[in-house]
Structures are given as structure tokens and as C-alpha cells.
């Protein structure tokens, strides 16, 4: 069985960081795509950010370029998503999700909460 | 970025009635390998998304059979053909053919 339970979450200061990580089991993790979707409270879902099965090659959304960075350890069969330079705007459950064999995701983690504010 | 819009972002729906979502992309989703990277998911109160529908009709594992998704280039459908008490949520399109991957808005299905 597919499991991806992610931790890390809770609440920051704007221009703090945070780092969250994504445990996962029941497939061979070094062989899929990664990625980090965010959902804002009463929103849509959001793409974050995906990363190659290797490492070797990340892929972010705009808004959060230059900030935030996805990383995995396929040793550990972990994910991580390290956050510098928060926003209120990042605040939103952050889900951590599986890549498929085609371009896409098809397992989802809980999600978890990151809130930023004063 | 390629915008991905939802009809009706409400949808009340009697039990065992059928359902219908639109989801409409400001590009065509045809990849330069000719596959169609549109999925639809299913988002329960309280819970993390759920895929359904992957490469606009596939149905992915343990989806039962009342869920059936079509369409094709820039135009895509989500059909329940009979609603259950269970399928009440937030059902979203997403885009996995172009860069960044995108969403649909949601589209809330709830029990007249």
C-alpha cells in the first residue's frame, strides 16, 4: 500500500523558514517523479513544485522560485520542500504527492498545515 | 501558464441522478508524444485530493465504474452516471502536458 505521510508544518513569521518532509512506503521511491501541491484555505489546488526520480532536475511555480526548494533523499525514500522567505500568501495545506508512470500524480498525502503570520 | 476553467463551480445533484463536469483549457493538452495528460480528482471533506481519472478516460485503480471521463484537445467532461452519498466533494481537472501542471477551480458537487 502507497503511503505518504508528510510532517513539518505550523506556524512561522513572515520572511521565516520552514521545512517539511515527506515519508513514504509501499513503492519504490527512486523510481518516480515527486512533487509538493498546496491548497490556500477555501481554495484551489496550487502546483508547487516536482522533482526527477534522481534529483537531477526540479521544476517550480513562478511564485515561489527563488525561495523554496524540493529536495528527496531516495536513500531515506523521503521528500522535502525547504521554504526561506514566507509570505502570508504561502499559507495553505501542503500535500505531498507520488508521480505516475505519465506525467501527472496519483497518490496524495494528508496534506500539511503551514501558516504564516505575525 | 495554461488556464484550466470548470462549469458550474456548484452542482446540486439528487441521489442516483446523473452528473456533469466541464472543464475547459486555454490550450490544447495534446502532448508532442499525442497523449492527453488530463486527470480529474476527487476531494472529500477533509481529505487529501484522490485521482480518478488520468489521460481524460482512464480510470485509475478501485475508481468504480459510474465515474467515466472524455473529451479531447482543449475540451474535457467528468460524467457520474449515478450519484451516491459518497461522491459528495470537491471535484477538480488538472493538467499534467505543460508546464507549471495546473488546476481547475473546483467544482462543489452536494445532494439536493
Known amino acids: 500500500e502507497v503511503q505518504l505521510v508528510e510532517s513539518g508544518g505550523g506556524l512561522v513569521q513572515p520572511g521565516g523558514s520552514l521545512r517539511l518532509s515527506c515519508a513514504t512506503s509501499?513503492?519504490?521511491?527512486?523510481?518516480?517523479?515527486m512533487a509538493w501541491v498546496r491548497q490556500a484555505p477555501g481554495r484551489g489546488l496550487e502546483w508547487v513544485a516536482n522533482t526527477k526520480p534522481d534529483g537531477s532536475g526540479k521544476y517550480y511555480v513562478d511564485s515561489v522560485k527563488g525561495r523554496f526548494t524540493i529536495s528527496r533523499d531516495n536513500a531515506r525514500n523521503s521528500l522535502y520542500l525547504q521554504m526561506n522567505s514566507l509570505r502570508a500568501e504561502d499559507t495553505a495545506v501542503y500535500f505531498c504527492a507520488k508521480g505516475s508512470l505519465d506525467p501527472g500524480v496519483d497518490y496524495w498525502g494528508q496534506g500539511a498545515l503551514v501558516t504564516v503570520s505575525s | 501558464d495554461v488556464v484550466m476553467t470548470q462549469a458550474p463551480l456548484s452542482s446540486p445533484v439528487t441521489l442516483g441522478q446523473p452528473a456533469s463536469i466541464s472543464c475547459r483549457s486555454s490550450?490544447?493538452?495534446?502532448?508532442?508524444?499525442?497523449?492527453?495528460?488530463l486527470s480529474w480528482l476527487q476531494q472529500r471533506p477533509g481529505q487529501p485530493p484522490r485521482l480518478l481519472i488520468y489521460?481524460?478516460?482512464n480510470r485509475f485503480s478501485g475508481v468504480p465504474d459510474r465515474f467515466s471521463g472524455s473529451g479531447a484537445g482543449a475540451d474535457f467532461t467528468l460524467k457520474i452516471s449515478r450519484v451516491e452519498a459518497e461522491d459528495v466533494g470537491v471535484y477538480s481537472c488538472m493538467q499534467t502536458t505543460h508546464f507549471p501542471h495546473t488546476f481547475g477551480q473546483g467544482t462543489k458537487l452536494e445532494i439536493k
Open positions: 509501499g513503492f519504490t521511491f527512486s523510481d518516480y517523479w
Open positions: 489521460k481524460v478516460s
Open positions: 490550450q490544447s493538452l495534446v502532448h508532442s508524444n499525442g497523449n492527453t495528460y
